[in-house]
């Protein structure tokens, strides 16, 4: 009885974290769904790892209708020239499919692709089925995979979202170079501050 009772709390208990989208993606794990196809904003059809480059990929969850994205925005195309470079791929994910109809559908996307002069993959994640997969709750919220696409940082942008002048860590740059010189991510999580993702109900 005693163990039929603990056995149900447990399972519960995983029921309720699945359903809140929780336990983000550990480290060393690879890219899931990296097969799935998701359509961009020139309407290609992508797949995570057909993103990927010879020294790894960023993956972000973003949107159109956050602020904190929008505080961001500047650096993503910053991040997207250096990682081009230094051939690490990049693609951001929109996940909001609850708000698809105020701001977030594929159209809304592409037209702030445009406006904001976007340099990067920016796809649709229909359903929110990767985001899901990652176990990503923000916008902006990043995933980098090295060249074995392996997870070695999950986290912020940088340190300030308010002004780039000012950044005193920046995070995925540092990720990056890291990578590069053949050593170990100094700072592999941080802090995330974004926009829920927008999950159907």
């Not at 056995?7 to 336990?23: D, H, N, V, Y």
């Amino acid at each position: 009885m005693k163990t039929t009772l603990l056995l149900c709390i447990s399972l519960s208990l995983m029921i309720t974290t699945m359903a809140l989208g929780q336990g983000s993606l550990s480290f060393s794990a690879s890219i899931p769904l990296g097969d799935q196809q998701v359509e961009d904003t020139s309407g290609r059809n992508i797949s995570l790892q057909s993103a990927a480059d010879n020294n790894g990929l960023i993956v972000i969850f973003s949107s159109n209708t956050c602020p904190w994205v929008a505080k961001w925005e500047d650096r993503l195309i910053e991040l997207s020239t250096y990682s081009t470079a230094n051939d690490f791929g990049m693609i951001v994910l929109n996940s909001n499919e609850r708000i698809r109809d105020r701001g977030e559908s594929l159209e809304d996307m592409n037209r702030r692709a445009q406006k904001q002069s976007y340099n990067f993959t920016y796809a649709l994640d229909a359903g929110h089925e990767i985001a899901d997969a990652f176990g990503a709750q923000y916008s902006p919220e990043v995933f980098i995979f090295d060249t074995n696409l392996q997870l070695v940082y999950h986290g912020a942008i940088d340190d300030n979202p308010n002004n780039a002048n000012t950044v005193s860590k920046p995070y995925v740059k540092d990720a990056l170079d890291a990578l590069l010189a053949g050593e170990s991510v100094p700072t592999r999580k941080t802090r995330i501050i974004g926009c829920s993702i927008k999950r159907s109900e």
